[in-house]
């Protein structure tokens, strides 16, 4: 594959990867997405869950993020996600901690406000387990 | 004049200070280090977010039903300043900087008839301000960044921030923060972030909204979960640049403060080592003169 699509994955903290790839895919809101190099302009959520990044024919790296937005160009494509761990970085540690916060959210949830700030921190949590096992 | 005991104790005790200050100097420089690194990586992820915010913005303009946290509640009665300062002083001007341009700012647009709310974020902007502007005051923050501000922290502001927007408690919204430039200067930036300000390079983001972007879902569930992201991103940067202008004023702050005390030790020590010949001088005039008498 000749031409590659120039992928960018930021992080609120950092910019985490800027590198040429040949394709990646990423759990949009509506569905996962491959994008490629001359994809459609396109600007869409994410959904917590795993980017996969093709490179060489092979998957050259798996990351988790917990949700965000990117943006598709013709030459590139910019992921802006809330958090990102390369997936061979999550710990079962972490998952235990994560639900933990998410299961005591949802118990102390009164307003619709705050439970769909718990819904969202369990589907974080419940997207991080699938992406552990 | 003071007798050589007094001067000896006020030598000691300005050099122990100048102990304090220098130990105060190489802690803000180290802290400072970090900080600004902190603050220049969270600069690419802003920056974005407004590319991204820009595009979606330029698609939506002149369309109705577009959020109110863009476009704005259609009036301008009553502003919120946020007031980003440090909890701690020593700092030089950079605590009373930010102070005066809020209190210049909030008395300009009570002139104009309009309603101020002061939200203070950090120890010293609270208490600045509360003695002249105490009644427009509303609950802050303290205690933010104590080790690396977080997203987290910044998140919990910008919760508040666009509570109370969405309960109709005030229509625009201002940040007055510390800008870093160099470790010796910082800039007081005024930032609206309530109503969005539309990039002022309206013929780019035109050009790049002619490229016809689709949406997924629609561009307004997008720019529903975007604002408040933005919103976010936008408060991270402040405290981000806040802290990293704290610690570069402090530094520069505790820099010439030891080098006042050098000073002063130098002038101290002359004066003690002229008294002390003045009074070994008298000492022998006496003995020589009483010497002579016989």
């Not at chain 2, 609270?126 to 802050?140: A, K, N, P, S, V």
């Not at chain 2, 820099?255 to 080592?273: F, P, Q, V």
């Not at chain 2, 009074?279 to 005039?285: A, R, S």
Request: net charge neutral.
């Amino acid at each position: 594959m000749a031409e590659k699509i120039k992928f960018e994955l930021v992080s609120p903290a950092k910019l985490l990867l800027s590198s040429p790839v040949d394709m990646v895919v990423v759990p949009g809101g509506e569905g996962d997405f491959g994008a490629l190099s001359r994809h459609a302009p396109m600007i869409t959520t994410v959904r917590p869950g795993v980017i996969d990044v093709h490179d060489g024919g092979k998957v050259s790296s798996r990351i988790f993020v917990a949700g965000g937005f990117a943006e598709v160009t013709e030459e590139r494509i910019t992921v802006l996600a809330e958090e990102a761990i390369p997936v061979n970085e999550l710990t079962a540690d972490m998952l235990a901690a994560r639900k933990k916060v998410a299961k005591e959210a949802i118990d102390d949830a009164k307003s619709d406000a705050d439970k769909g700030k718990a819904a969202r921190l369990l589907a974080i949590a419940e997207a991080m387990e699938t992406a552990i096992g | 004049m003071a007798s050589l005991k007094d001067l000896r104790m006020k030598i000691v005790s300005v050099k122990s200070t100048r102990k304090i200050t220098s130990a105060m100097k190489m802690v803000a420089a180290s802290k400072l280090r970090r900080a600004q690194t902190a603050a220049e990586a969270a600069r690419p992820f802003a920056e974005r977010m407004e590319r991204m915010l820009g595009t979606l913005a330029a698609s939506l303009v002149g369309q109705s039903g577009a959020p109110r946290m863009l476009t704005g509640t259609g009036a301008d009665k009553v502003h919120l300043l946020v007031a980003v300062t440090a909890d701690r002083g020593l700092c030089g001007g950079f605590n009373s900087s930010i102070v005066r341009a809020t209190k210049h700012l909030a008395a300009d647009l009570l002139k104009q008839g309009k309603t101020v709310k002061i939200m203070p974020v950090g120890r010293k902007a609270r208490e600045q301000l509360r003695r002249d502007f105490g009644q427009y005051m509303i609950e802050g923050f303290e205690q933010l960044g104590r080790k690396g501000i977080v997203f987290a922290e910044a998140d919990q502001v910008a919760n508040a921030v666009a509570g109370m927007f969405d309960a109709g408690d005030f229509d625009v919204c201002t940040v007055i923060y510390n800008r870093f430039k160099s470790a010796i200067a910082q800039e007081v930036t005024r930032q609206q972030v309530i109503p969005f300000p539309l990039p002022e390079t309206t013929g780019k983001a035109e050009a790049g909204a002619k490229a016809i972007y689709e949406f997924e879902p629609g561009e307004e569930e997008i720019l529903a979960e975007l604002l408040p992201r933005n919103l976010a991103t936008q408060m991270f940067r402040a405290l981000l640049e806040s802290q990293a202008s704290e610690q570069g004023a402090r530094m520069t702050a505790m820099d010439n403060a030891t080098r006042n005390a050098g000073d002063m030790i130098n002038a101290l020590a002359i004066k003690y080592n002229r008294s002390r010949q003045a009074q070994i001088t008298k000492e022998l005039i006496e003995i020589i003169s009483g010497a002579e008498a016989l």
